[in-house]
């Protein structure tokens, strides 16, 4: 078997390790934040859902997007949350898909194989570790990841034009309206605008700009602090404690932080570590 079926073998086996982990832990009973559908689906069956319904905040989310597939699956399979779990592996397929795909346009950019790592990333898409997320009808994270990912691809693929920034804005409405962390691809995507080579920059930054001006005032209007959140100021007066909680979340993919805390935070701090010397040596 040669190096490049060998891992391609290796990426497959987190996704069959996660659907055997799924098979036995997943249940038709409702939990954790599926509660929240009984309202809307009250309101679908009786015929007076509306788009406010929709929008309405859960927390710092809006989760609109999630919302209309969490919907829509239920009334065709009467609320059988295991083709929630279903959807849940099918967004995280197109999440893995969308990462082969830009690590296979790296190895032809720089004419080099990078085979273990398409093992690596599928070993953290598919981690057993964000469980939660996995049978607990949490469609957000994984909706807002896919588009944030198709996002990026589009804004840093080679052809760009008014095609490419019309999918580039609705993946970034996709995932800023799936999951509160989608609004970082609109600064995100600025960035990646301003450093290409185009003609008429100024013609895409401003719109741009505008639209992550609309969208960002929109989504904060009326948005109040959950009592237990932190302030916003919290970084900056308690920086360490900040970074350690980072590094924590970062290194969590692999491993429930609530029992490997000490071990996943030098983990987060290798991944980040590794991230910021691949990054260099690409540019």
């Known amino acids: 078997m040669t190096g490049k079926y060998r891992y391609a073998v290796l990426a497959f086996i987190p996704f069959i390790l996660l659907c055997v982990f799924l098979a036995h832990t997943a249940s038709d009973l409702p939990d954790s934040n599926q509660w929240n559908m ?54 995280g397929t197109g999440i893995c898909a969308l990462f082969f795909y830009q690590i296979r346009k790296m190895e032809v950019y720089f004419k080099q194989q990078a085979n273990a790592t398409y093992f690596l ?59 509160g962390n989608g609004l970082l691809f609109w600064p995100i995507g600025f960035l990646l605008l301003s450093v290409r080579p185009l003609n008429r920059k100024a013609a895409v930054l401003v719109p741009w700009a505008a639209i992550f001006t609309l969208i960002t005032a929109g989504y904060l209007w009326g948005y109040q602090k959950p009592a237990q959140h932190p302030s916003i100021l919290f970084i900056a007066q308690h920086p ?18 609530e029992r490997f805390t000490s071990i996943i935070f030098f983990f987060g701090l290798f991944c980040l570590t590794a991230f910021v010397f691949v990054a260099y040596h690409s540019y």
């Open 121 to 179: 990333v599928s070993l953290f898409v598919f981690s057993v570790a964000q469980s939660n997320n996995w049978y607990c009808g949490q469609v957000a994270p994984f909706l807002s990841i896919l588009s944030f990912t198709a996002g990026v691809i589009i804004l840093s693929s080679p052809a760009f034009g008014i095609r490419e920034f019309i999918y580039a804005l609705a993946a970034g409405v996709i995932a800023t309206f799936s999951f």
């Open 240 to 257: 360490l404690r900040a970074a350690e909680y980072f590094l924590v979340f970062l290194g969590s993919a692999l491993l429930p932080f």
């Open 38 to 91: 009984v309202p809307l689906l009250e309101k679908w069956y009786a015929g007076t859902l509306t788009l406010p319904d929709l929008f309405r905040r859960e927390g710092e989310h809006i989760l609109f997007f999630p919302w209309l597939i969490l919907l829509a699956v239920a009334a065709v399979t009467h609320w059988n949350l295991y083709y929630e779990v279903a959807v849940n592996l099918f967004l």
